[in-house]
């Protein structure tokens, strides 16, 4: 096989840290507590990810390193967004009118302590095959659903073989316009973008893959090549980051990941606030600000770099995007505006 071909990527994830014990001795934590927390959440850190971590507490470490927190501290929801609630089938949600969420896949090459679905990922119970037969049938069976988004869990932790018939059936419904992936893969395991899959993906166009990258330290020599790859078989890329505190929560990092983003051929698509999920309130930040960060962004750097910044209503509202204010005052003719640098503007109405 050649190298970076599709053994490389089974190697490196057959090589993933699953316990505390077996993290490397550079990472000094009390294993015996963490191991608590291991058996209560999964732990999978492969090896790629794991040598992106330069120092205890980075921004690398805590997404991936599991904390006594997670079991310690009550706050949140097992399932704030009422996934389960909006749920025809096990697997599916199907919240908007025109386009549902599909869950293809139960693992993922890195586990992110912060997952929003941390209640299931990991376990084989996640996703089944009957589940996945099931979703493909309530698909086929409601033809408004024009846009359908491939989840998990990360989709392409599945084998090719796997994945491609599922693709395939999406394909065959005439109702369905386009196909979405969510994927961690070209952050946390790169070499997964292997030119096979690419080829492969590139058939089934139009397909849109938002990847998923968080901290400007996750973009690498490994994770550009296999962004290439998707961009090359005409997949266009976007990215959705969660705020994160202590990993990303300052304008400066933001404002960079999202320009070197822009070098790696993914448009930033959206920006959330993290979700009030049980076992992760040591990642919570306040909504002031994600809106600052958002103001920080929008008119002092390209258009392109500016994500939309959003937030999931507890209980299964749906995604609101929100703005920073720029309206400061309006009237029946005009509108008092502030703009980036923070000036005011009369503006006519034009009504
Ligand atoms: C986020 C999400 C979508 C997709 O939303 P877009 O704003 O179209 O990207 C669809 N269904 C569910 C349940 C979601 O959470
Ligand atoms: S890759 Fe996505 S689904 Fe998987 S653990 Fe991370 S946030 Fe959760």
Known sequence: MEPGGDSRWKELLSRSVTTPEALPPFIDVDRELLRAVSEHYPMRINPYYLGLIKERDDPIYKQCIPDSREITDNAGFH???NEEGSSPVPGLTHRYPDRVLFLISSSCAMYCRFCNRKRKVGLSSMVTGSSVREGLSYIRGHREVRDVLLSGGDPLLLEDRDLFPILQELKSMSHVEIIRIGTRVPCTLPQRITPQLAKMLGTFQPLYINTHFN?????TPE????????????IPLGCQTVLLKGVNDNM???KTLMRKLLTIRVRPYYLFQADPVKGTSHFWTPLHKGLEIMAALQGHTSGLCVPHFAVDLLGGGGKVPLLPGY??????HCVVMKNYAGE?????VLD
């Open 215 to 219: 901290h400007p330290h996750e973009i």
């Open 327 to 332: 309206v400061i005052e309006q009237d029946d």
């Open 252 to 254: 400066g990092t933001i």
């Open 223 to 234: 994770s550009a090549l296999a962004c290439a790859r998707l961009a090359d078989a005409g």
């Open 79 to 81: 399932d704030p967004l």
């Open 344 to 348: 005011r503007y009369r503006h006519p």
